[in-house]
């Protein structure tokens, strides 16, 4: 009789909550229940009157059950739960549409001819840096264009024209950007944090997450940085 304890054990290893399917756990506790019951039938029936079965095992085994269907039942809760809380983020998200906003990336996209907008930190969160090296990568990783801007007390506004450093104009598409703090003496500082500002477009939802569409560029609701 071993087949709650079976059972136990593949729900206790199954996948996460978000990525249950917690009716069909459900018929297959419902379809192991009738086979155990069965077998449990079968064996009381067939049972040697002078050794009975060990009233305690199949009581322990029918407990196992009951715990499954209360795990599976708190499964079905949060699902519940989650469900809700993904439908007030699309709620939320959907409030920006029209806004102007601050995100978190490193690519911006180019789209007839006009890049997102960069804010470049202020002097106070660049640490040693007065000045600010903006690098444009491809897909490939070559540099096309790079920009130095100088730092002030507030942020910095930057964007790219759509131009390489001949000064010809590249095709419209998704490029990385890189931003590297430069010291009074012109020595590298290391990575500065930056942000693309844009209007929000429109919102989608991509698995569990809402996506804000600036533009061409698609970005989380975790990326979000500042309206």
């Not at 155990?36 to 009581?59: E, G, I, R, V």
């Not at 470049?120 to 090296?133: F, I, S, V």
Request: no cysteine; glycine share 8%.
């Amino acid at each position: 009789m071993t087949l709650a304890t079976n059972l136990l054990s593949s729900t206790t290893a199954a996948t996460p909550v978000s990525q249950a399917t917690s009716s069909g756990a459900a018929a297959k506790l419902g379809a192991d229940m009738n086979s155990f019951l069965k077998l449990l039938t079968a064996q009381l029936q067939n049972q040697d009157p002078l050794a009975p079965m060990d009233a305690n095992a199949f009581t322990a085994q029918l407990a196992q059950y009951s715990s499954i269907e209360q795990q599976i039942a708190t499964n079905k809760n949060m699902e519940s739960l989650l469900d809700v809380q993904r439908a007030n983020s699309m709620l939320s998200a959907t409030s920006l549409v029209g806004q102007q906003v601050e995100v978190a990336s490193d690519s911006v996209t180019l789209r007839s001819g006009t890049a997102q907008q960069m804010q470049l930190p202020a002097l106070g969160q660049a640490g040693t840096a007065r000045q600010a090296l903006v690098t444009v990568t491809d897909a490939s990783g070559t540099v096309l264009r790079q920009a130095t801007a100088s730092l002030g007390s507030d942020a910095t506004s930057w964007r790219w024209d759509g131009a390489d450093s001949r000064g010809k104009r590249v095709v419209d598409g998704t490029y990385k950007v890189a931003v590297t703090g430069i010291d009074s003496s012109g020595a590298a500082t290391g990575p500065l944090d930056f942000t693309l500002r844009g209007t929000v477009d429109s919102v989608s939802r991509s698995g569990d997450e809402p996506r804000l569409s600036l533009g061409s560029l698609s970005v989380g609701f975790g990326n979000l940085r500042r309206l």
